[in-house]
T-cell receptor, first 115, second 112 residues
Framework: GQQLNQSPQSMFIQEGEDVSMNCTSS?????WLWYKQDPGEGPVLLIA?????ELTSNGRLTAQFGITRKDSFLNISASIPSDVGIYFC???????????????FGKGTKLSVKP | SQTIHQWPATLVQPVGSPLSLECTVE??????LYWYRQAAGRGLQLLFY??????ISSEVPQNLSASRPQDRQFILSSKKLLLSDSGFYLC???????????FGDGTRLSIL
């Protein structure tokens, strides 16, 4: 079945450093989604990618849809304390997601930032 | 714009008591609705999803049930809670196909 492998599991970085995380799959995805979850809150959509090779930015965040369609990357530049949280990648279950729109999620990358 | 509301935000219940968590969505019609459970702040487990009123699909056999009495209302229930039902419950709405899902703020459920 479809699985998303997200790495690293956790990161401890200094404020101001850049961050890179990635998500890989053994099967092809048509969409890649990146979410951030602050402690005690629900995940919030950061970036949605719909085309292989696509590079999309949202402020200091940049995400890329891998050319093979089996991976995606999220980069955060010049990290700040409010970047702390868990970052999840996700993609549609099944090739087109189906009418139910079910998603499969990675297990998350927990980011800690030292001031 | 669309908004999603979940309540309560936190809940402490004794083992064996019933449960009812509610989720409502505004600003959209006929959304797909989802219930997830998240243990220990990591990993989202899909519990139920619904593509329309009265239509519920269960992903994981368990002590919980879901209902969708109105188009934009999704309820998670249990007749008798177990200790293992503790966790962070998230409701989400989304469109069909490749549309992203959008999450509520969650309910922290503790079973004593």
């Amino acid at each position: 079945g479809q699985q998303l492998n997200q790495s690293p599991q956790s990161m401890f970085i200094q404020e101001g450093e850049d961050v890179s995380m990635n998500c890989t799959s053994s099967s092809i995805f048509n969409t890649w989604l990146w979410y951030k979850q602050d402690p005690g809150e629900g995940p919030v959509l950061l970036i949605a990618l719909y085309k292989a090779g696509e590079l999309t930015s949202n402020g200091r965040l940049t995400a890329q849809f891998g050319i093979t369609r089996k991976d995606s990357f999220l980069n955060i530049s010049a990290s700040i304390p409010s970047d702390v949280g868990i970052y999840f990648c996700a993609g549609p279950l099944g090739y087109y997601g189906g009418s139910q729109g079910n998603l499969i999620f990675g297990k998350g990358t927990k980011l800690s930032v030292k001031p | 714009s669309q908004t999603i509301h979940q309540w309560p935000a936190t809940l402490v219940q004794p083992v064996g008591s019933p449960l009812s968590l509610e989720c409502t969505v505004e600003g959209t019609s006929n959304p797909n609705l989802y219930w997830y459970r998240q243990a220990a702040g990591r990993g989202l487990q899909l519990l139920f999803y619904s593509v329309g009123i009265g239509q519920i699909s269960s992903e994981v056999p368990q002590n919980l049930s879901a209902s969708r009495p109105q188009d934009r209302q999704f309820i998670l229930s249990s007749k008798k809670l177990l200790l293992s039902d503790s966790g962070f419950y998230l409701c989400a709405w989304g469109g069909q196909g490749l549309q992203p899902q959008h999450f509520g703020d969650g309910t922290r459920l503790s079973i004593l």
